[in-house]
């Protein structure tokens, strides 16, 4: 079993571009399939975790592109992937505590309103029109960890695992 899953982590990290770019590619599918397909809709902390992961899609990319082409720029892009997988960690990381009531989340993420401006009933319309997710809720989970924390595990992993071998490339 350690053998299979030394040969395991080796595949991997030696090609960590090319799975960094499927994870966040299959990620990203799958938030979109829980919206549209699933009826899940996104709280306002869900959107900046989705663009972490679009940003690593397009860094991955031009990573691949530059990668026998150009050195510096291919190293470049494989940090900037980096950097927007370590994105994702800190948004997805403090999304799971919000969903845990580690800690309380942004405003926006819960319902207020100015009572001198609109009357209760026109309030009421106007939440009536207006789908309203809560951060603090988990709409799914499995396993007892929600999206957000399969994302920040996920996401995790591949951080550490660009940062060695960004950190492999610099020593040769």
């Keep these: 079993m350690i053998k299979y899953l030394k040969?395991?982590?080796a595949l991997v990290f030696s090609n960590i571009?090319?799975?960094s770019l499927l994870a966040s590619i299959l990620m990203l599918s799958?938030?979109?399939a829980f919206e549209y397909i699933g009826g899940l809709f996104p709280c306002d902390l869900c959107w900046p975790q989705r663009y972490a992961?679009?940003?690593v899609i397009i860094f991955a990319s031009f990573t691949l592109y530059f990668r026998n082409l150009n050195q510096r720029k291919w190293l470049r892009f494989k940090m900037m992937t980096l950097f927007?997988?370590?994105v994702s960690v800190g948004y997805s990381g403090y999304h799971a505590g919000v969903e845990q009531k580690w800690w309380e989340g942004p405003d926006s993420c819960t319902i207020t309103s100015d009572t001198g401006t609109v009357s209760a009933l026109e309030f009421f319309n106007q939440l009536q029109e207006i789908p309203f997710v809560r951060c603090d809720?988990?709409?799914?989970e499995m396993f007892g960890v929600s999206m957000a924390g399969y994302n920040f595990?996920?996401?995790l992993l591949f951080t550490f695992m660009l940062l060695l071998s960004i950190r492999k490339n610099f020593k040769r």
């Design 7 to 9: 040969s395991l982590w």
């Design 17 to 19: 571009i090319e799975f």
């Design 30 to 32: 799958g938030a979109y």
């Design 53 to 55: 992961h679009m940003a």
């Design 84 to 86: 927007s997988y370590a």
């Design 137 to 140: 809720e988990i709409p799914w």
């Design 153 to 155: 595990l996920i996401s």
